[in-house]
């Protein structure tokens, strides 16, 4: 008892961060966890109760828990297995799809007659269109990742109001 009260004192930390992840394992371990922990302690009740009515002995007993327990675990395994395969496939399929979500709005930003600049929250280009190169003259791995005081993006005339305008965006 203590030895479970002291695996789950700490969530974030040892084995329990690994059944908290939201990941397959820790989908895994999340639904194995609590049969690993009862499966024993009824087997163990059952075969008691088989014993005071003698239906088997003592020594078969044991053979008998050895092997339930590896059949139930091979079993439970392989149907977790069948179900983080499934959980697998939709995520890749979200994946994929949000895949051609995003080339569909790239080729968008790309083919508009308008520039596009994606700035970040602390105004680091984070994408630079097509057409920004034709209208503005950089190349996009000249801008991206930079600030638009590292490279003469806002004329010398601009850049106090336009200074002042980002850190009241901010």
Do not use: C
Request: charged share 20%; aromatic share 12%; glycine share 6%.
């Amino acid at each position: 008892l203590f030895g479970t009260a002291t695996l789950f004192s700490v969530p974030g930390d040892g084995i329990m961060s690994f059944i908290t992840r939201d990941t397959s394992g820790g989908y895994m371990a999340r639904r194995l966890f609590p049969l690993s922990l009862l499966m024993p302690v009824a087997l163990v009740w059952f075969f008691i109760i088989a014993d005071r009515q003698n239906w088997i002995d003592v020594i078969s007993e044991f053979h008998i828990i050895t092997v339930v327990l590896i059949v139930i675990f091979h079993i439970l395994t392989f149907l977790f297995l069948l179900l983080l395969n499934k959980a697998d496939k939709t995520r890749m399929d979200a994946l994929d799809e949000v895949y051609l979500v995003n080339q569909h709005i790239r080729s968008h930003i790309d083919n508009s007659p308008l520039a596009v600049v994606e700035w970040d929250n602390s105004f680091r280009v984070r994408w630079w269109s097509e057409k920004s190169m034709e209208l503005f003259g950089w190349k996009r791995e000249e801008v991206i990742n930079k600030l638009p005081g590292e490279w003469k993006f806002v004329h010398e005339d601009d850049q106090e109001r336009v200074g002042g305008l980002m850190s009241r965006m901010l």
